[in-house]
């Protein structure tokens, strides 16, 4: 069992800062601490994994904002097919183009 400085057991975290993205170490169990305990449990990265995980992990995220939003879109539109296979009228400016994507959607 690691200990910290203040004499708590350490517990298992990730750091995701650009120089250490995905590496794990133990630290201080106390929130908020100015505990200046740290111990690498992994092994430190190659330069090439330092430069590349971080923008990896900037497009992932990017990407779950981009199917968080179809998605979205996806549910919006699935009322206007009801409304088409309802024959009831729309109202509003509808776009077309979105219009025949949420067809699509049958």
């Known amino acids: 069992m690691v200990v910290c400085t203040c004499g708590k057991p350490a517990v298992v975290k990730t750091s995701w800062t650009n120089r250490n993205?995905?590496?794990?170490?133990?630290?201080?169990?106390?929130?908020?601490s100015n505990c200046p305990f740290?111990?690498?449990?992994?092994p430190p990265m190659c330069p090439r994994s330092v430069d590349i995980i971080p923008g990896l992990l900037r497009r992932i995220n990017?990407?779950?904002?981009?199917?968080e939003e179809l998605e979205e879109q996806r549910s919006k539109y699935k009322k206007f097919v009801?409304?088409?296979?309802?024959?009831?009228p729309l109202y509003g400016e509808v776009n077309?183009?979105?219009?025949?994507?949420?067809k699509s959607l049958r």
């Open 38 to 42: 740290l111990g690498w449990l992994d």
């Open 62 to 67: 990017a990407f779950r904002g981009v199917v």
């Open 96 to 102: 077309m183009g979105k219009y025949e994507f949420a």
């Open 21 to 32: 993205p995905g590496r794990r170490f133990f630290g201080c169990p106390t929130i908020g």
């Open 82 to 88: 009801v409304c088409d296979e309802l024959n009831v």
